[in-house]
C-alpha cells in the first residue's frame, strides 16, 4: 500500500498543475519579449544608420519600435508579475506580522486587478476606436499597437491570479532579489 503521506493532495495537485502552467506561460513570454526585443533593436540600429550613414532614415524602423516598445512594456509587465520581478517598497509589508501581511497582499490584488479591468476596458475601446485608422508607415490597422493592452491585461491579471493559487513569491509578497 503507498505511503499516503508523500503522495500529493487533489489542492496540491492542482496547484502544481497551475505552478507548471504558470512556468511555461513565463517561458512562451520570454522567448516573445526576446524575440520583441531583437527586432526592436535591430530597427533603431537600423535607424541610426539610415540616418547618419545614408542621410536618410527609413520610416518604417521608427514605427515598428513604437509598435513593438508598446508590446514589450505589456508583455514584459506580465511576463514578471507572477515571480514579483516588479519593482516596489515593500518597507510597511515586511514589517507586518504576518496576518496583516496576507491581508495587505489581498488588498494589493484587488486593487491590481481593478487596474487591470480598467486597463482591459480602456484597451478594448481604444483598438475598436481606432480599428479604421491605418499607420503612416505600415499602413496597418492602429488596433494593432492598441491591442497590447487589453493582451497585456489579460496576461496580468491571469499572472495574479496564478500567483495567488500557486503561492509563488509574488503571493508570499517576498522580494525578487536583484541579480
Not at 535591430?42 to 527609413?58: E, T
Not at 513604437?66 to 514589517?95: C, E, P
Not at 497590447?148 to 525578487?176: H, Q
Amino acid at each position: 500500500m503507498a505511503d499516503l503521506s508523500t503522495e500529493p493532495t487533489a489542492l496540491e495537485g492542482w496547484r502544481l498543475m497551475l505552478d507548471r502552467f504558470g512556468r511555461r506561460l513565463e517561458q512562451a513570454l520570454d522567448v516573445v519579449l526576446v524575440i520583441m526585443l531583437t527586432v526592436l533593436v535591430a530597427s533603431l540600429v537600423w535607424q541610426v544608420i539610415g540616418r547618419y550613414v545614408f542621410s536618410k532614415a527609413p520610416g518604417w524602423s521608427e514605427e515598428l519600435a513604437r509598435f513593438l516598445m508598446v508590446w514589450v512594456v505589456m508583455l514584459g509587465s506580465a511576463a514578471v508579475m507572477r515571480q514579483n520581478g516588479h519593482i516596489s517598497v515593500s518597507v510597511l509589508v515586511d514589517a507586518c506580522p504576518r496576518g496583516l501581511r496576507k491581508l495587505l497582499l489581498a488588498v494589493r490584488d484587488v486593487i491590481v486587478l481593478a487596474t487591470v479591468y480598467v486597463l482591459f476596458s480602456y484597451g478594448i475601446n481604444l483598438a475598436t476606436l481606432l480599428k479604421g485608422q491605418l499607420s503612416p508607415a505600415f499602413e496597418v490597422t492602429m488596433a494593432l499597437p492598441y491591442s497590447a493592452l487589453p493582451a497585456g491585461a489579460i496576461l496580468i491579471g491571469l499572472a495574479v491570479i496564478l500567483a495567488r493559487l500557486t503561492r509563488s513569491p509574488y503571493a508570499e509578497g517576498t522580494s525578487t532579489p536583484i541579480t
